[in-house]
């Protein structure tokens, strides 16, 4: 496929519509690409936990990023393809960055909390051995009553993380009318480029490289559902992750495609970037 770039110089000058559909599918891409990570890390944080995630699920899709965004420049896509692309790797830094705070920092502070509590309450029951049931009966109580502070809190704070009570459209669908809003708003305050002609080269010589890197990346984000699969098999369970992290991976994918095809669509245009279309659709 790679073969089939032949060395042309073609001069292209979008149409106004074309131009602004492009734009406006582009920054409703970036909006989706900004906020699916909150979602997700808010049900890693509510649950305290990151293993519903696999660590070589994350490995290999991080890999698979650092090649899009080498791809995305040496092929010089558009301005839009490349900043999501450069998000992608901040976003890989951060999760990542959130990973090991809970599995080193977090689970090893909780490990000594508990450790510590369970030789308070040993403890306590040795110096509480030989006192009368009237003193046993009030500290029962008192524990008691702490115990209760303690589940009632952890009920707040699911509340506050997730409202049981909220519909669907509370959850979900409010939160992608606003994100697809927002990049619509957005893309109309940007300025309007009044020179907008670009100008493919498409030589063999110069795109082989970057093609291969698209198509390494995509071929990666295949395979990196893998591990997560099975992770999600041995486990029984997909708790921890976030549905509406997926849904706004789908949206931002449509989008981030729609960006492209709508920009231009002749072949030359289209083989340039199949293998980041391609990988939208594995993403």
């Not at 940007?190 to 907008?196: G, K, T």
């Not at 095809?261 to 072949?267: G, H, I, L, P, T």
């Not at 970037?273 to 391609?278: A, C, D, T």
């Amino acid at each position: 496929m790679i073969g089939l770039l032949t060395t042309t110089l073609i001069e292209y000058t979008p149409s106004p519509l074309r131009e602004k559909l492009s734009s406006i599918f582009g920054s409703i891409s970036f909006s989706c690409w900004i906020i699916l990570m909150i979602p997700q890390l808010v049900e890693q944080w509510r649950l305290k936990t990151v293993d519903g995630i696999s660590p070589i699920f994350l490995i290999i899709w991080s890999i698979g990023d650092i090649l899009n965004f080498i791809g995305s420049i040496w092929a010089g896509l558009l301005p839009e393809v490349i900043l999501i692309a450069s998000w992608f790797l901040f976003a890989d830094i951060f999760t990542f960055a959130f990973y090991l705070y809970i599995k080193i920092v977090y689970d090893k502070k909780r490990i000594d909390k508990t450790v510590i509590i369970e030789q308070g309450y040993g403890a306590v029951d040795d110096e509480e051995h030989g006192e009368n049931q009237h003193h046993e009966h009030h500290h029962h109580h008192h524990h008691h009553h702490h115990h209760h502070e303690r589940r009632r809190s952890s009920t707040l704070e699911d509340v506050v993380y997730e409202p049981e009570n909220h519909s669907i459209f509370i959850k979900y669908i409010l939160p992608i009318i606003l994100v697809i809003s927002s990049g619509i708003f957005g893309s109309i305050l940007s300025p309007n480029s009044n020179n907008s002609t670009t100008i493919l080269t498409s030589s063999t010589n110069s795109y082989n490289v970057p093609q291969i890197l698209g198509y390494c990346s995509a071929f990666l984000y295949l395979t990196a559902r893998l591990p997560q699969i099975y992770h999600n098999y041995q486990k029984k369970s997909t708790k921890g992750l976030s549905l509406l992290f997926f849904l706004f991976t789908m949206l931002g994918n449509i989008t981030y495609s729609l960006q492209i095809v709508s920009y231009r669509n002749d072949y030359d245009y289209l083989m340039l970037n199949m293998s980041w279309l391609l990988g939208s659709f594995e993403r």
